[in-house]
């Protein structure tokens, strides 16, 4: 895998992107790019359209940034469309240990 940093203006949203991507999503990544960093890729097709990583280029625009590290992939077919989907739903079909959770919240606490 190659990471290449490039112009988000280079970077085009997905026009179909069928999650809404909320205010309060962007602020979180907002946040944790001025804490930690922006250390995560957004993947982009052969034409530079966003697959994964429509939240983080919001939020590095909202922030004044004006390059992003982007994977770049050569996607055959609907495999960008697949990937895309299958990315955004992840999430929602994790769960939370819910007691290594406190011990890592109480962490945070210390």
Excluded at 72 to 94: L, P, T
């Amino acid at each position: 895998m190659k990471i290449e940093k490039i112009n988000l203006d280079q970077i085009i949203p997905y026009k179909n992107n069928p999650r809404e991507i909320s205010t309060e999503a962007v602020e979180k990544v907002k946040n944790s790019i001025s804490a930690y960093g922006n250390n995560q890729p957004i993947v982009i097709d052969q034409n530079n359209v966003i697959v994964v990583g429509h939240t983080r280029w919001k939020a590095l625009r909202e922030l004044g940034k004006t390059k992003a590290f982007v994977v770049k992939k050569d996607f055959e077919n609907n495999q960008a469309v697949a990937y895309r989907i299958m990315d955004n739903r992840s999430g929602a079909e994790s769960k939370w240990d819910k007691q290594l959770l406190m011990s890592e919240l109480q962490l945070l606490k210390d």
